[in-house]
Structure formats: structure tokens, C-alpha cells
């Protein structure tokens, strides 16, 4: 049971560059997030999911696209990457059928955009 | 003005001291009070949480909430050096999973 896998854990990009961060989770869980970790920001919701084929912003969506086409999966996409994306990124699942439930985060992808 | 607000520290303390963090948070529709913790280039993994208000115990660890107060708070009892790490608070509303965060204390404790 892995848990949530986040891949890669490095990367670095130029300016204007696109990339997508995978996240796959082994749970079962319905809810799937993503949040970005900045220095004396804390942590701050980007996109977020309910359910396969279904996603809605969260408080810093700008610059970001996510899709959920089965429970296991949910990539984030930069479409193009600017320095202001230099962040560490997580990942978290967790399943609210049966109330609140534990957020589960993955070990993080750390990006550079040069 | 940020949602919840927590001081970023850095905390130095010395084995065995009481580790005392807080935050505080301006929405009244939070419902769920959760710490987490974050050791270096880790992700973050939920220590405690609580419901509405009240305090909870779990071994050294004591969170309280105070919901008129808009107030939580997490203690460490008899800290040791393996509790150095990033303390995050965050909470929820009750019908909406999403978390909010505060920007997290950085905690050393020194053997």
C-alpha cells in the first residue's frame, strides 16, 4: 500500500515551458488536491476533486489545469511555467463518504523555474 | 488578511521543555481543527484533530480549541529532539473538505 505517489520528486524549467506533475493514490479515496508549500505562506489549495470527472479551483488556480479521468489519478498541468511556479507542490488524498477523514499528502515535487 | 494566522517561529527549546503553538483564524464556519507535521523535505502528516470545540489529549501531544475566541492551540509535553519539525495548523468547514492552513512553525529541540 504506497499510499499517494507524487513524480518527480526534482524538476527544473525554463520560462514558458509546460510540464505535468503526476499524483496517484492506491486508496480508493474519492478526494483528490493539490497544494502549492511557499516560504511563510503555508500550504495553499490549487485545484481539488470529488469524484473521476470532476474538479473545481481552489484559492491560487491561475496557471494551472487539472483533470481527474479515474480515482487513481490526478496530474496537474502548468501550461506555462513562470518563476512565480517555484514552489514545492503536494498532493493529497482523502475520503469524506464517511465523514471527515484523514488528508493523506504525498512526499512532494520541488520545481524550479529558471 | 489571511484566512488562519500562525507565527513562523523559528521555536528553539530545550529537551523536555513544553513545546506551546497557536493560531488563529477569522472564518466562523470552521468546524474541523487539525495539526499537522512536517519533518524537512517530507510531506505532512496529521497529528491530531479535533472537532468544534475542546480540548483532546493523545500521549504528550494537547490541542485545544476555542471557538469564541477563534483560537487553537497545540502542546508538547516533555519534548524531545524527534519532535523537531514543522508544525502546520489547519482547519475545515464541516460540509467542504478543503484545508486551510496556516504558514507553519518551524520547532527545534535541542538535546
Known amino acids: 500500500n504506497a499510499g499517494v505517489t507524487q513524480t518527480p520528486k526534482f524538476q527544473v524549467l525554463k520560462t514558458g515551458q509546460s510540464m505535468t506533475l503526476q499524483c496517484a493514490q492506491d486508496m480508493n479515496h474519492e478526494y483528490m488536491s493539490w497544494y502549492r508549500q511557499d516560504p511563510g505562506m503555508g500550504l495553499r489549495l490549487i485545484h481539488y476533486s470529488v469524484g473521476a470527472g470532476i474538479t473545481d479551483q481552489g484559492e491560487v488556480p491561475n496557471g494551472y489545469n487539472v483533470s481527474r479521468s479515474t480515482t487513481e489519478d490526478f496530474p496537474l498541468r502548468l501550461l506555462s511555467a513562470a518563476p512565480s511556479q517555484t514552489s514545492v507542490y503536494f498532493c493529497a488524498s482523502s475520503d469524506p463518504i464517511q465523514g471527515w477523514t484523514e488528508a493523506f499528502f504525498g512526499q512532494g515535487t520541488r520545481l524550479t523555474v529558471v | 488578511q489571511k484566512e488562519v494566522e500562525q507565527d513562523p517561529g523559528p521555536l528553539s527549546v530545550p529537551e523536555g521543555a513544553i513545546v506551546s503553538l497557536n493560531c488563529t483564524y477569522s472564518n466562523s464556519a470552521f468546524q474541523y481543527f487539525m495539526w499537522y507535521r512536517q519533518y524537512s523535505r517530507k510531506g505532512p502528516e496529521l497529528l491530531m484533530y479535533?472537532?468544534?470545540?475542546g480540548n483532546k489529549e493523545d500521549g504528550r501531544f494537547t490541542a485545544q480549541v476555542d471557538k469564541s475566541s477563534k483560537y487553537i492551540s497545540l502542546f508538547i509535553r516533555d519534548s524531545q529532539p524527534s519532535d523537531s519539525a514543522t508544525y502546520l495548523c489547519?482547519?475545515?468547514?464541516?460540509?467542504?473538505?478543503?484545508?486551510?492552513f496556516g504558514a507553519g512553525t518551524t520547532v527545534t529541540v535541542r538535546a
Open positions: 489547519a482547519m475545515s468547514r464541516s460540509a467542504d473538505y478543503k484545508l486551510s
Open positions: 479535533t472537532y468544534s470545540s
